[in-house]
């Protein structure tokens, strides 16, 4: 039994002072991503229980720094699992089994089958820009051979303001091509409120961006706060964040017992054996919002990546709390009943397209019809040349602009 009451929960007998995120999303009961594929992309993941295959679905381990990289089963193992690894918070985030409370601190979409692909390598040591290149380009393989829906890059790659042309960064790049081939691509926005993304990849124009809010202790969205986590206009224009997740007060598997007593407040929450609030930001409202849209993927199969992005911020909660976010929490339920047309993301993807194909003209071309330039070509040509050394012909035509 399950009653919500003012301050805690009451479950099987044991008070529990903190929802859980199905609760607060107020998720369908019969609505757990059954069936649907998703990929989080981090460091690495421990085999633990949460987020390992079990009766209801699988979960694939890929290390796409290793030769010939290929999915093996990830089997739970006995533990100890340590403390504050990032890879498991953002696998249980989004699709985390609650296996050893019983279900109770679930993931948003406990039923979907997880794809968790390691950047990094167990053999070498890689900075954090080659680590999220190798597993993008791995999910940009392989994500239509496996029915991949959506992608979640849990880890931040450089500080980045969002305040210059995604062309300049390799990673955005690599969203943008994976997003145009159809993919659902999905990141934090970062928790510096000072920069318009924190997050590199979260200020691509098709990656779908994340802010957060602060679970309440009455579980009630209505008293949520807002999470201060980054916010702005990128280059583009584009606005981050496009929706909101819980970004603090998340209850997850927690460590060793040793490590669970030492926790600052653990003991005093009164949470099961092996679960503990954590207070980690956008890292986590991302793969819970990759949960949300595995949720409405389970009942709407049929709708493309456009449909999945424009039900979950059109048919959003507001709260005037949140305003300064200029965005909402998803709604599942709306969310399912919504017919969208998904043409809202159409310019997007036409951005990227049309970066290709000045890419793909002679340079002699290009630089042609700078000479010749009008409002309208100077600036999709410019950028074609990024990343990459801008031609002096070109200089010109910049100190007019």
Excluded at 147 to 168: F, S
Excluded at 339 to 344: K, T, V
Aim: proline fraction near 6%; aromatic fraction near 8%; charged fraction near 20%.
């Amino acid at each position: 039994m399950i009653h919500v009451g003012c301050n805690s929960i009451l479950w099987r007998g044991l008070m529990y002072h903190w929802a859980s995120l199905r609760k607060f999303l107020d998720v369908p009961a019969n609505v757990t991503g059954k069936g649907v594929r998703i990929a989080i992309i981090d460091g690495d993941f421990p085999a633990h229980p949460d987020i390992s295959t079990d009766a209801v679905r699988k979960t694939y381990l890929v290390r796409a720094s290793d030769p010939n990289p290929a999915p093996t089963l990830l089997e739970s193992t006995e533990g100890p699992w340590p403390r504050g690894d990032h890879g498991l918070w953002a696998a249980a985030s989004a699709a985390g089994s609650g296996f050893l409370c019983h279900g109770h601190y679930s993931g948003v979409a406990p039923e979907a089958d997880l794809f968790l692909v390691a950047g990094g390598s167990t053999k070498q040591k890689l900075n954090v820009e080659t680590s999220i290149s190798n597993a993008l380009n791995w999910v940009k393989s392989n994500w239509n051979k496996y029915n991949i829906r959506g992608v979640l890059v849990a880890t931040y790659g450089k500080k980045d303001t969002g305040l210059l042309p995604w062309q300049v960064d390799p990673l955005r790049v690599l969203c943008e091509e994976i997003a145009n081939e159809g993919l659902l691509v999905m990141a934090g926005t970062g928790n510096h409120s000072d920069t318009t993304s924190g997050v590199t990849q979260a200020a691509a124009p098709s990656v779908l961006s994340v802010g957060g809010v602060i679970i309440p202790v009455n579980g009630d969205p209505v008293s949520a706060e807002p999470y201060h986590g980054s916010r702005g206009y990128t280059f583009e224009e584009k606005w981050v964040p496009e929706m909101l997740a819980p970004a603090e007060n998340i209850v997850f598997p927690y460590g060793t017992e040793e490590q669970f007593e030492s926790h600052l407040y653990a003991r005093s929450d009164h949470l099961p054996k092996g679960y503990a609030r954590i207070n980690e930001g956008t890292s986590f409202a991302g793969p819970i919002a990759l949960g949300v849209a595995a949720c409405l993927w389970q009942a709407r199969p049929e709708w493309t990546t456009d449909q999945i992005k424009a039900a979950l911020i059109n048919t959003s909660t507001s709260n005037m709390k949140w305003s300064q976010l200029k965005a909402g929490l998803p709604s599942i339920k709306r969310a399912i009943e919504s017919e969208i047309g998904g043409a809202s993301f159409n310019q997007q993807l036409n951005s990227y397209r049309t970066w290709r194909e000045w890419r793909e003209k002679p340079l002699s071309l290009r630089l042609q019809s700078l000479m010749n330039h009008n409002e309208e070509t100077a600036m999709p040509i410019l950028l074609s040349f990024l990343p990459g050394e801008l031609p002096n012909e070109a200089a010109g035509t910049v100190k007019k602009l």
